[in-house]
């Protein structure tokens, strides 16, 4: 499996763009999309109740439309903030309901729910089986409680045991959103719960307190026998659909063929979206790589390459329909090359800091005030911590703050001849 999944804290996808996207995923030979919006409240609040017709209306049509083009849509379903004994029927008859409609696969998700050992496991996966039991002809896989670790639990052993084989069952890997994954963590894993596991890959999310951040760039750091030791893979896409395709398509390709180099897998991405590249190259920043890209920190020591960039602009080209899903981080990009020109004044032209560099000071410290980020992270906490059972440990990745390029470009010119 090697799928997308809408599986966010934050304003769902519009049905247009879930219908987009999935004729995209086809185009990247990805198989399955996953519906799991967590703002739903049908699919997690409110999961007993029905959808309403215009739900139902909307998913036969993506249903449909994703047996046209090749890709399967799955409904999925959080129920775990209240299990109850006896929520079996009532998880069964909601699922049914999907079935009805041709729906032909599906996810039981139990994540981000009061965590629990053994005991919540075997509930979770003796749920699992009265689904798999009660609706056949399914594509089936499920989340557990304990899905950031970096061992084996005794929740997730017990889920797995519960579980029938014919469920995927999911992990994030050693965090929520890891810096890098190994085989070797993967297969142990694995072998401890009797299972190779799909991943539940957080990238290119960015909900939660890294969303002014698009993360545009290539696929993070993984181990390249990943993909022999696991089920398949999931990936999270960030609530701006379009934008979400590059690194979409940029762990598609991976997850098809790890030895791909993904520099190059990243620049034949940028050019399927006419006009994105002069954005994205200032978008690349991720949890492991904070800072800005190689390729503009250099730009510093070749101011001219760096006005060149700066002055071309970043709208030209791009369509409507990005431009509406990017627009605050556009404006953002504007107020710091804005800033950036001022600075570039004052190191190429000779002026001392006086006036000018007054103004280029007021320029900067409106960029900086920006909630939206680019050309590096001044300041984000991604949730790079794991789990055991009822206790979470936090990697020092998990707050993120340091200096974008607009921040070393103006210390460097207002301190030129002070």
């Not at 998913?59 to 799955?74: N, P, S």
């Not at 190779?196 to 026998?225: S, T």
Request: glycine fraction near 10%.
């Amino acid at each position: 499996m090697i799928g997308s999944i809408e599986g966010y804290y934050g304003v769902p996808l519009s049905h247009h763009a879930r219908r987009e996207h999935m004729s995209w995923m086809a185009t990247k030979g990805l198989d399955l999309f996953a519906y799991a919006p967590k703002d739903d409240p049908y699919h997690r609040d409110k999961w007993r109740e029905m959808h309403p017709a215009d739900d139902m209306d909307a998913f036969a049509d993506l249903i449909a439309h994703g047996r046209k083009v090749g890709v399967d849509f799955c409904y999925t379903i959080s129920p775990g903030l209240d299990w109850s004994a006896g929520d079996e029927d009532a998880l069964t008859l909601k699922l049914k309901s999907l079935r009805a409609i041709g729906c032909d696969a599906m996810a039981i998700l139990w994540d981000d729910v009061p965590p629990g050992g053994a005991d919540l496991g075997e509930t979770h996966g003796r749920a699992n089986a009265a689904a798999v039991k009660a609706i056949d002809g399914v594509r089936w896989w499920t989340v557990g409680t304990d899905y950031a670790i970096g061992e084996a639990t005794s929740y997730l052993e017990a889920l797995c045991r519960e579980t029938p084989d014919e469920m995927l069952v999911a992990w994030t890997g050693p965090y929520v959103v890891p810096l890098d994954i190994t085989a070797e963590l993967a297969a142990r894993i694995g072998e401890a719960v009797g299972r190779k596991l799909l991943l539940w890959e957080n990238f290119p999310v960015n909900d939660g307190a890294m969303a002014g951040v698009l993360h545009m760039g290539p696929y993070p750091e993984r181990d390249a026998a990943l993909p022999g030791v696991s089920s398949g893979v999931l990936l999270n896409t960030m609530q701006q659909p379009i934008a979400s395709r590059i690194g979409i398509a940029s762990g598609a390709a991976f997850w098809q063929d790890p030895t791909t180099d993904k520099e190059t897998v990243w620049r034949a991405a940028l050019g399927e979206i006419t006009g994105i590249e002069a954005f994205a190259r200032a978008s690349r920043s991720w949890v492991s790589h904070p800072g800005p890209s190689d390729e503009l920190v250099a730009m510093l020591d070749d101011t001219k390459a760096l006005r060149t960039y700066l002055e071309g602009g970043v709208r030209k080209g791009l369509g409507e329909d990005v431009i509406a899903e990017i627009e605050p981080w556009l404006q953002a990009w504007e107020r710091e090359a804005q800033a950036m020109l001022m600075g570039l004044d004052i190191l190429d032209r000779g002026y001392r800091s006086g006036p000018r560099g007054m103004a280029g000071g007021v320029l900067w410290t409106r960029a900086r005030l920006s909630e939206q980020q680019v050309f590096g992270i001044r300041q984000a906490v991604y949730p790079v911590f794991q789990q055991r059972g009822k206790e979470s440990t936090a990697h020092e990745a998990t707050t993120v703050v340091g200096d974008n390029l607009t921040d070393m470009l103006m210390r460097r010119a207002l301190q030129r001849n002070l």
